[in-house]
């Protein structure tokens, strides 16, 4: 059976840090690898996918995967408050289950202002 | 820009009775799926459709459920005979691949007294 595992927080950073987010996971036949932001009561926003080996930089956000070690990670730079929120790994394959998405449980990041 | 949308937004229903949840997903996108998250905890899949039929769908996804695309635009999730565990919020996301990013709408809180 598939999971996802992250750290559940939570994790506090002041205004400004970098806040470092992992997850790991254990089908090595998973192929995409999403990062969503949950705010309170609130669904599921996509903010990074990557499906290959290495960084994704979009603005502030930076996805790394490293399939070797079955591993993802998201860099948050120039932390403000309002990423505070709890951050979702979902991982999506192997091809026999290839459009669902198993999610982690969450990382709740706190930025401190 | 395009995004998934669901009524109701809440629903109170008596255990026992059916419910039908509504999506309707991205326009250009082909597959749909429901998601269902348990207060406190994690997002889990329930089942995907492609070309008007079932793709995969989990354990939870019993008998008493069951999906259908009415026409060109919407998207239902049934459920037949509603339990008190099926408290939940039910999301519904749309990708335009089958490996690719899932957008998810905005909710439907589900609640069975």
């Known amino acids: 059976q598939k999971e996802v595992e992250q750290n559940s927080g939570p994790l506090s950073v002041p205004e400004g840090a970098i806040a470092s987010l992992n997850c790991t996971y254990s089908?090595?036949?998973?192929?995409?690898f999403f990062w969503y932001r949950q705010y309170s009561g609130k669904s599921p926003e996509l903010i990074m996918f990557?499906?290959?080996?290495g960084d994704k930089e979009d603005g502030r956000f930076t996805a790394q995967l490293n399939k070797a070690s079955q591993y993802v990670s998201l860099l948050i730079r120039d932390s403000q408050p309002s990423d505070s929120a709890t951050y979702l790994c979902?991982?999506?394959?192997?091809?026999?289950?290839?459009?669902?998405?198993?999610f982690g449980s969450g990382t709740q990041l706190t930025v401190l202002p | 820009e395009p995004e998934v949308t669901q009524t109701p937004s809440h629903q109170v229903t008596q255990m026992g009775q059916e419910v039908i949840l509504r999506c309707v997903p991205i326009?250009?996108?082909?597959?749909f799926y429901w998601y269902r998250q348990i207060l406190g905890q994690k997002v889990e899949f329930l089942v995907s459709?492609?070309?008007?039929?079932?793709?995969?769908k989990s354990e939870i996804f019993d008998d008493q459920f069951s999906v259908e695309r009415p026409d060109g635009s919407n998207f239902t999730l049934k459920i037949r005979s509603t339990k008190l565990e099926d408290s939940a919020m039910y999301f519904c996301?749309?990708?335009?691949?089958?490996?690719?990013?899932?957008?998810f709408g905005p909710g439907t809180r589900l609640t069975v007294t």
């Open positions: 979902a991982v999506n394959g192997p091809s026999g289950s290839a459009r669902q998405l198993t």
């Open positions: 990557i499906y290959s080996n």
């Open positions: 326009s250009n996108h082909l597959y």
């Open positions: 089908d090595r036949g998973s192929q995409s």
């Open positions: 459709f492609y070309n008007n039929e079932i793709s995969e």
């Open positions: 996301a749309s990708s335009a691949e089958p490996f690719g990013e899932q957008y």
